[in-house]
């Protein structure tokens, strides 16, 4: 039988059986100390990996190790949590007090600038804020407190020191002279209803009131400017046999959200 010269297994083999015999006889031990050189980082690097799967995988084995990585990545999300809540109480603050900077700059009141430090649930219908400015601040009774968008949310009741008590315009007894912007600037007296809306008295029965109407503080017998916006009529309550009709205001602000206030000193 005629072997092909040019088969690719015959070649395979001599070249097999002529890299054993040169090895046998010791004429490939130069090249092969060079490629044992070559190769020994790459290998030890595999041996490497390789430990490091075995590690790893007695690791994920071991509850109490997967526990420990369970916490710690619990903790790192409660870090992160509270890092993004901050940073979103900052940045709410911050545009509050641009806010307030730019109220103050549109008119020639003086303003000082308070944070909401505690709900004051002592007072009538718990609708109390406590702010951490006081008397040295020039703060007094009867003072308008504003939001940050110059809608009145209610005045100051009491000063100390530091500190000073404030009752929203829905607190029962928080009176506010007031006005409606319509043709006849019909006005009348405002009083928190329950600490929920406002209510709007003393209004003459001859008066045209409409739902959607604008109220505004009058700016009468007090230390309140006029022009304050308190709300808007949402109902109106108008019997024939009363002297006054009366109209619910609902505040334009939720006064559950206020953390940063200003009190006007005229």
Request: glycine fraction near 10%; charge should be negative.
């Amino acid at each position: 039988m005629k072997i092909k010269k040019d088969n690719p297994l015959i070649l395979a083999v001599v070249v097999v059986g002529l890299l054993l015999f040169f090895h046998g006889i010791g004429w490939l031990r130069p090249l092969e100390n060079i490629l044992t050189a070559a190769v020994k980082p790459l290998a030890g690097v595999l041996y490497g990996w390789g430990g490091a799967l075995d590690r790893a995988a007695a690791d994920e084995s071991d509850p109490a190790v997967l526990k420990a990585r369970i916490d710690d990545l619990n903790n790192e999300v409660a870090a992160l949590t509270v890092a993004s809540s901050q940073a979103a109480e900052t940045a709410d603050e911050n545009r509050k007090l641009r806010a307030l900077v730019d109220f103050r700059a549109e008119h020639d009141w003086q303003t000082v600038a308070a944070a909401v430090i505690a709900r004051d649930e002592a007072a009538e219908g718990g609708r109390g804020l406590i702010i951490n400015r006081g008397s040295r601040d020039g703060l007094r009774s009867g003072l308008a407190v504003v939001n940050e968008s110059g809608l009145i949310v209610g005045q100051v009741l009491e000063t100390k020191d530091a500190t000073a008590q404030i009752c929203l315009t829905t607190s029962p007894h928080c009176q506010l002279a007031a006005a409606l912007q319509n043709q006849a600037k019909t006005q009348g007296l405002t009083d928190g209803d329950l600490g929920l809306t406002i209510r709007m008295s003393y209004i003459p029965q001859l008066e045209k009131v409409a739902v959607g109407d604008t109220v505004i503080t009058s700016g009468l017998g007090g230390s309140i400017p006029r022009g304050l916006v308190i709300g808007r009529v949402t109902s109106v309550k108008n019997e024939s046999n009363e002297v006054w009709q009366e109209a619910t205001i609902e505040p334009l602000v939720d006064l559950n959200r206020l953390t940063v206030v200003a009190v006007i000193i005229p």
